[in-house]
């Protein structure tokens, strides 16, 4: 089979198509004929060797997030059967491949609605989106939720999962287009990412008292500001981040401020099961779907981690073997 494999760490050239052999099930394992693979900004950060939290041995596959078809199932495995169409929420083998091998706990149904390359985009970025919900800033009804950079795979996660909770959601996106397509997820204030009145503008649209909880994208270049308009009390959740910055804590006691830091690869098992079980409902009701922004061939990987990454990404990414 064809597979994306790195063999050492550093920029995206170092992503090369080869022959690999087809993996082969263990007991409890499943193989699943991979139809989209989707791309996560945490797959450049392993790539790039920069990620101490995990840092795989070389050469390896890259990828968590895929949809597909169960080609193989091991001999005890009872929660799937050959020719299901599922999507995954992590892999044994790498993702951006024409097949990978699972553990059958990591194994889900994809609802017939949903297409594969949606499929693709589904955990990560909205395993990501509960988790710092649901678990982390522990999100009330009624409660006002700033999602800086919300036109991205988790950002738009976090839309879709706060509107599903009662929560009033603004949201920004550095395009006209992004905040048009965040107006369509049903925004109650879309907002310019880079306008010099940012904080002016949702002090505005929070009759002055700030958001509740900000969900914060690139923290380096936005945790001070966050601090100036964040409500009393209220929560930064921090999920992405690429480099240092200077804050004066003063901001953050002057407002009882929290500023969480999440990582997903952090989750224990009994939130794993519970992020499963409201991404499966989420699902199935049609309140949770995956805006597909751009899909590549598998040779094209490398140009996919350059897209991730780039200022203006709408939605998912995928990777099409």
Partial sequence: MKAIRVHQFGGPENMYIEDVDDPSPGPRQVVIAVK??????????????????????????????????VEFIGTDVRRCKPGDRVYINGNVTGAYAEKTL??????????????????????????????????????????????RGASGGVGTACVQTARALGLRVIGTAG?????????????????????????????????????????????????SRDLGMIAHRGRIVIIGNRGTIEINPRDAMNRDAAILGMLLLNATP????RISAGLAAGLENKTLNPIVGKTFPLNQASHAHEIVLAPGALGKIALIP
């Fill in 102 to 147: 699972c553990e059958q706990d990591s194994v889900f149904p994809l609802p017939d609605h949903l297409s594969f390359a949606q499929g693709s985009g589904i955990w990560v970025p909205y395993a990501t989106a509960h988790q710092a919900i649901f678990h982390v800033a522990r999100a009330r009804a009624g409660e006002t939720l700033l999602v």
């Fill in 270 to 273: 009994d939130e794993i099961s």
């Fill in 175 to 223: 395009s006209d287009k992004g905040r048009l397509m965040l107006r369509e997820l049903g925004v109650h204030a879309a907002l310019d990412h880079h306008a010099s009145d940012l904080t002016t503008q949702v002090l505005n649209a929070t009759e002055g008292r700030g958001p509740e909880i900000i969900i914060e994208m690139l923290a380096n270049a936005s945790l």
């Fill in 36 to 69: 989209a693979a989707g791309i996560n900004p945490i797959d450049t950060y392993i790539r790039s060797g920069s990620y101490a939290k995990k840092k795989p041995a070389l050469p390896y596959t890259p990828g968590f997030d895929a949809a597909g078809v």
